[in-house]
């Protein structure tokens, strides 16, 4: 069982660049989460995804977009890399959306330039 | 907003200390409460969790924590730390009648001295 795992690891972007950070789990869980991680700010929720087929904005969706592309996979796009989304991003997986523990992987860690 | 407050940011002790550190949230209803910690170069673990019963939980490691719903506080405790649990700290709240969504503390920064 490995969990959840996110590729890449580590990524420098230029400012204006593409790209999706992927994330997969091998749980069956239903829920996915996908987080950014800045000093002294915590984890915030960018978006998640209670159920497959389904997705909802976080507390800081904007300049993301996610797409669940089935129950095992939950991509972060960002369309147009910004300096202010340099941060470590963090997938998550629970079972279901109902409160229980969620998993998270090891995290993608972002510089925009 | 719903908020989740730790107070220590950077906490730093000798090995065989005590340790407490505090989480306060400011949220009225029902709520699922977590410490999760995250070791140098690691990913979030989670170190133990609350959702009813018992007050005093027991998580991992020889970690507990104590949820006062009077005082909205959940702090982790440990009696006796180890070079081993240097690391980051952050607690969770989940308010209830909802998806699943985690509100993070913004972490406290252990470091143990041998």
């Known amino acids: 069982n490995a969990g959840v795992t996110q590729t890449p690891k580590f990524q420098v972007l230029k400012t204006g660049q593409s790209m999706t950070l992927q994330c997969a789990q091998d749980?069956?869980?239903?829920?996915m989460y996908w987080y950014r991680q800045d000093p002294g700010m915590g984890l915030r929720l960018i978006y998640y995804?209670?159920?497959?087929?389904?997705?909802d904005k976080g507390e800081v969706p904007n300049g993301y977009n996610v797409s669940r592309l089935n129950k095992r996979e939950f991509s972060l796009r960002l369309e147009s890399a910004a300096p202010s989304q340099t941060s470590v991003y963090f997938c998550?997986?629970?079972?279901?959306?109902?409160?229980?523990?969620?998993?998270f992987g090891p995290g993608t860690r972002l510089l925009v330039l | 907003a719903q908020s989740v407050s730790q107070h220590n940011h950077h906490v730093i002790l000798s090995e065989a200390a005590s340790l407490e550190l505090g989480c306060n949230y400011s949220?009225?209803?029902?709520?699922?409460l977590f410490w999760y910690v995250q070791y140098p170069g690691q990913h979030l673990q989670l170190l133990l969790k609350?959702?009813?019963?018992?007050?005093l939980v027991k998580g991992i490691k020889g970690f507990e924590a104590e949820f006062i719903k009077s005082k909205f506080s959940f702090n982790l405790r440990k009696p006796s730390v180890q070079w081993s649990d240097t690391a980051e700290y952050f607690c969770?709240?989940?308010?209830?009648?909802?998806?699943?969504?985690?509100?993070f503390g913004a972490g406290t920064r252990l470091a143990v001295h041998p």
């Open positions: 749980m069956n869980h239903n829920s």
């Open positions: 969770a709240v989940n308010p209830s009648g909802g998806y699943n969504k985690l509100i």
């Open positions: 995804s209670a159920s497959e087929g389904t997705t």
């Open positions: 609350y959702f009813s019963g018992d007050p």
């Open positions: 949220y009225g209803g029902t709520v699922n």
């Open positions: 998550a997986s629970s079972e279901s959306a109902g409160g229980e523990t969620q998993y």
